[in-house]
């Protein structure tokens, strides 16, 4: 069995090597540091191309159904990363539920910090010197936290369309197509076929619909629009402006908002104009008060824009931009430019898990035969493009960033808000955005994100006499900077900046980009670890530095009085954080020639660090500074594995003894009923992938499926929570390709015996590598990786490694 090692230079030139040398069970092994540079050694030889032609049949990634949408939960949704809608694609009375991301109450002036200082600080150190531990939760809750907060993200409202003649409809099909981001919904009026068209097209900001019928009488419709009363108060109102145009303007209110676990009225917020145009090819269209009468058009299309304060000052000028920008464009065009604009996201990279049986099965009847114990290779790879669709849909450069249900939202008072938790779920969020093409999707991230280290500032200076940024476990669009939450448990932690500032350095990794590692991330991890330096302070007794309070997000522990409690001196997921936010920003430093006292100082205290991965007696790595009895062994959090993904201290290669502690550990949260949401179960699907273990992966992949999954394969907590969508479309990545440990890629690193052939093209790795990959019965049958920057890296797979030394746009090949 033969095997050829391709190179491509700048120019295009391809540099081939070919070696018959395999191991005795036929794949062929390459130690390449003996024949690499190849531009060194073998640029005076020029062959011609070998193009490799293995292609598995492509399952299309469409959502679909033979029946509309009942419940919200079984709509389909769509997103231009700002405005969405979720259709629910009822023919003769539909409803679309629509959505824009800044529809917040309040502003960014509305409250302050918590009253506590220094003095309350080090009263709650005091404590817990003493081991008053319920001391300690109290006086942090009350001194430090705005408890309870009820200030949520809001929707939009709805579109109704009501058919004069919904008494003649039967209903076909309602989809959903991936590639192109298009919902539709098939159905038959008096016989006669009918459809409807649903995109939100980022080229022209809007919502876009499409109505097509041929009956011969064509469609007879009334089209109004309306909000959800906010506890029984009008919170917009709708008017016709003319002949083929509604308004719909308001503002947000938060009437049952709450501060500091007491009701509070929030009286003004975000508002908006949004503005719905009718565009008919044949028939009449004519408005009442609040009504768009359509009367006898075989087609015609909605075109629905919104403005708000939050974007734009004039924002009912900015309403009228953007419709006189498309009120002229025809349907054709509009679609053209759409998916034109959305492929360029979403066709970077391409998965095919084998499934090459015709996709003749409805999607919510596909999740109900995994239920019952059928596995679905279709399902499982049409999850992994959702969460991608999703991430694309809700997540552009200029919007706000992924909320915890995304964009996708029908409350006036959401659950958690919909706001953003620091505590695992924001960062879950985007944890598939660089590994799987689609890096700039973190620009909102980082730009709220931003805002919010700025805001720390002040926290970390008036809360606890601190340098540095103090980043609360939870924030909302006006970027709030204290803890809430009535508990200590819940809400009483410190750790989040340091886990956003592995987002920000994961970041660099992967893109190699100095510019944002310069002027983003640095600054960013110089303001965490400046906060955590002033943080620390001595272990008793052992003179190592710790994080005081400390807790593990969001669980307790029995003390030696016998009492539930939170906090604590260095717990193992504070302890973990830190050494990581230390050890990249010192990283960052060295790579940027930055010298300060921070830096020295840092560097000290690193050394000094008590450690945050503790081994127990039981093999398991320790939650808390001491083996405490656990309140809750099954706890859906699995903070104490930080270090292990998704930070990188611990792996196989370098720390045997950790790597062999974290499944001891994930073993016996799920012996004790674990994973019990489906975020937590996407968090276990990758442990799985790090311990290197497809089959235990693919088992958690089948119980999320059967488990944790809506009609509409929305994540189920539940209620809906969008972060176990990108949790495992992260995960499954990471079955595929690991890159976390320093300068090594590891190919198929926990290819489960399900996956047996397969493809991938588009991948990212850290070090900017592209890879693209095809597999056969369980073996890699070929790879490519590109270089999007100058670079070393050593492959491996299976055992094998070869190391690969490529300038910025070589490839790399080979055929095995």
């Keep these: 069995m033969k095997s050829s090692i391709t190179q491509t230079t700048p120019s295009g030139m391809i540099l081939i090597l070919r070696d018959s040398t395999c191991k005795p069970a036929g794949r062929c092994g390459y130690l390449v540091s003996s024949i690499i540079t190849f531009k060194k050694y073998f640029l005076s030889i020029l062959l011609s191309a070998i193009l490799y032609n293995y292609a598995l049949a492509q399952s299309p990634s469409v959502l679909w159904y033979n029946q509309p949408a009942i419940e919200w939960e079984e709509g389909l949704p769509v997103g231009n990363g700002r405005l969405g809608a979720m259709v629910l694609g009822f023919p003769g009375m539909e409803r679309i539920q629509l959505n824009e991301d800044s529809l917040w109450p309040g502003s960014y002036e509305d409250w302050g910090l918590a009253e506590g200082n220094r003095a309350d600080l080090d009263q709650i150190r005091t404590f817990l010197l003493a081991g008053e531990n319920r001391k300690a939760d109290s006086l942090l809750v009350l001194k430090f936290s705005r408890k309870g907060v009820t200030r949520s993200h809001q929707t939009m409202g709805d579109l109704w369309i009501d058919f004069d003649n919904k008494e003649t409809v039967a209903f076909k099909k309602r989809s959903l197509d991936l590639a192109t981001a298009t919902v539709r919904t098939e159905y038959t009026m008096d016989g006669y076929p009918t459809s409807e068209e649903v ?132 349907w054709g065009e509009t679609l053209h430019l759409h998916q034109k604009e959305y492929a360029a996201w979403f066709d970077r990279l391409q998965l095919d898990l084998g499934s090459v049986e015709p996709d003749n099965i409805p999607t919510d009847q596909r999740i109900e035969r995994v239920k019952d114990g059928v596995r679905d290779l279709h399902l ?250 656990e309140y809750e062994p099954g706890h859906r959090h699995l903070s104490h594995l930080y270090a292990f993904h998704p930070g990188d201290a611990i792996t196989q290669s370098k720390t045997p003894e950790a790597f062999a502690a974290a499944r ?70 990471e079955m595929l390709i690991q890159s976390h440990e320093d300068g090594l890629i590891r190919l198929l690193p926990a290819l489960p015996k399900a996956w047996k052939n397969g493809s991938i093209s588009g991948l990212k790795a850290r070090g900017n590598f592209t890879v693209d990959m095809v597999w056969k019965d369980g073996e890699l049958k070929f790879y490519r990786i590109t270089a999007g920057s100058s670079g070393k890296t050593m492959v491996l797979y299976d055992g094998s490694e070869m190391d690969l030394d490529l300038e910025k746009g070589q490839s790399f090949e080979i055929e095995l």
């Design 199 to 330: 995109i939100a097209s980022a080229v022209d900001d809007a919502l876009v619909i499409r109505f097509k019928t041929e009956h011969p009488e064509g469609f007879h419709a009334k089209i109004t629009m309306s909000r959800p009363e906010d506890m029984g108060f009008a919170t917009a109102k709708t008017i016709a402006l003319n002949g083929s145009q509604l308004e719909m303007s308001g503002m947000v209110t938060q009437r049952g908002g709450q501060l500091d676990s007491q009701p509070l009225e929030i009286l003004d917020g975000v508002k908006f104009r949004t503005l719905l145009f009718a565009q008919n090819q044949s028939g009449e269209i004519s408005t009442s008060d609040t009504t768009l009468v359509i009367t006898g058009a075989k087609e015609f299309t909605l075109k629905l824009v919104s403005a708000t304060s939050y974007y734009h000052p004039d924002f009912e000028s900015e309403a009228d931009r953007q419709l006189d920008k498309i009120q002229l464009k025809s």
């Design 380 to 629: 499982e790879k049409l999850l992994f493009d959702y969460g991608r669709y999703l991430l694309i849909s809700s997540s552009r450069p200029g919007s706000n960033p992924a909320n915890l249900q995304g964009l996708w939202n029908q409350h006036i008072s959401a659950p958690w808000n919909a706001d953003y938790h620091l505590n695992i779920n924001l960062q879950m969020n985007y944890w598939p955005a660089d590994v799987t093409a689609l890096s700039s999707l973190n620009q909102p991230f980082f730009d709220f994100i931003d805002g919010v280290i700025e805001k720390g500032k002040i926290g970390a200076r008036e809360n606890f006499d601190m340098a540095g940024s103090m980043v609360p476990h939870t924030t909302d669009l006006w970027q709030i900077s204290f803890l809430q939450a009535a508990t200590a448990y819940w809400g009483g932690w410190i750790g989040a900046g340091g886990w956003i500032g592995r987002h920000y350095w994961d970041h660099y990794l992967f893109t190699q980009d100095k510019e944002f590692l310069k002027e983003r991330a640095y600054p960013a991890l110089e303001n965490i670890a400046a906060f955590y330096s002033d943080w620390l302070v001595e272990y008793p007794q052992e003179g190592t530095l710790v994080s005081s309070p400390s807790t593990s997000p969001e669980n307790q522990f029995i003390n030696a009085k016998g009492e539930n409690v939170a906090t604590t001196m260095g717990s193992a997921m504070d302890q973990q954080i830190i050494a990581d936010i230390f050890n990249n920003y010192l990283k960052a430093s060295d790579i940027l020639g930055k010298e300060s006292p921070l830096k020295e100082r840092v560097q000290v205290q690193l050394n000094n660090l008590r450690p945050g991965v503790q081994i127990a007696d039981d093999g398991r790595i320790l939650e808390w500074d001491q083996p405490y009895e």
């Design 664 to 733: 001891k550990t994930l073993e016996h949260r799920l012996a004790n009923g674990g994973a019990g949401t489906g975020w937590s179960r996407a968090w276990l699907i990758n442990f799985s992938a790090r311990l290197l273990d497809g089959e235990m992966a693919h088992e958690h992949i089948q119980k999320l499926l059967s488990q944790s999954l809506y009609p509409n394969l929305f994540d189920a907590h539940p209620p809906f929570q969008i972060d176990g969508n990108f949790g495992y479309t992260a995960g499954v990545a």
